[in-house]
């Protein structure tokens, strides 16, 4: 149970069960270590290129998980945190962090909390597969918004509400080829670009670019397609100085 506002306890004791799953990169949590070097990319891309004689930048990763896109962002030198609530997740975060040498901040928090307590900190705000599983999107955007630093950028990924987006990401992605866990989405809490653009400007971050994910079952790999918005879409953002 999760006393947060702005949670789904059912969601959350979701993911407390797969827990044990997420470093399992054959598992059925293996999908998310299939796309995590193509969004790495797409993030890397949207951040400006670091200095030298710069601090490293400071990189929340809400919605972490067992912090597969965390870790992956502590190894270009970023300065890391994740927060989550679940918090058997949260564990095997920690455990797998300290074991392979990374100092991660892993936080039991959630969006709405971090930007209470450090709001304006952050230079990249990373939210993928995250905002499809929370009562009110909008707000955890909102939240995102306020913990960047004016010039910050917010990357968020998700998945399109469209037939399209129902055939491949739950009946193609859950039931025939099960890349996911079954339950994992429902399709009203999927989310059009066109909302969460819209999400973001009312919370003061301008849109800068989208890109889709696009998985071609033959040769079971994926792609990054800029410019389109289908099924799973990543989409980013920049804070108004
Ligand atoms: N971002 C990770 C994990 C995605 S799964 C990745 O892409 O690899 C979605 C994660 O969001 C789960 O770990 C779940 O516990 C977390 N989550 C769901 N609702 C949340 C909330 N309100 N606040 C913080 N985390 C939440």
């Known amino acids: 149970m999760t006393q947060?506002?702005?949670a789904d306890a059912q969601e959350i004791t979701k993911f407390d069960r797969v827990s044990k799953l997420w470093w399992d990169a054959h598992g059925k949590?293996?999908?998310l270590h299939t796309i995590n070097p193509l969004r790495l990319k797409f993030?890397?891309?949207q951040m400006a290129a670091p200095q030298i004689d710069t601090p490293p930048p400071r990189v929340v990763d809400v919605g972490c998980g067992g912090g597969?896109?965390?870790?992956?962002l502590a190894k270009t030198g970023a300065e890391a945190t994740g927060i989550d609530l679940s918090e058997l997740s949260l564990e095997v975060a920690r455990k797998h962090a300290s074991a392979h040498g990374l100092a991660i901040d892993y936080r039991y928090q959630n969006a709405e909390q971090l930007a209470q307590e450090q709001a304006g900190s952050f230079d990249v705000v990373t939210c993928m597969e995250m905002l499809e599983h929370v009562p009110d999107p909008a707000?955890?955007?909102?939240a995102c918004a306020r913990a960047l630093k004016p010039g910050g950028r917010a990357i968020f990924s998700t998945i399109n509400r469209t037939p399209k987006a129902f055939a491949f990401a739950i009946i193609g992605g859950e039931y025939v080829l099960r890349l996911l866990p079954r339950g994992t989405h429902s399709y009203r809490k999927l989310i059009r670009p066109r909302e969460l653009r819209e999400w973001a400007r009312a919370a003061g971050l301008e849109f800068t670019g989208i890109a889709s994910l696009m998985y071609n079952p033959l040769t079971r790999r994926f792609r990054v397609?800029?410019?389109?918005?289908d099924v799973n879409y990543m989409a980013s953002f920049v804070k108004k100085s």
Request: proline share 0%.
């Open 4 to 6: 947060f506002s702005n």
């Open 139 to 142: 707000q955890v955007i909102a």
């Open 225 to 229: 397609d800029a410019g389109r918005e």
């Open 68 to 72: 597969i896109l965390t870790e992956a």
């Open 43 to 45: 993030i890397l891309q």
């Open 29 to 31: 949590m293996g999908m």
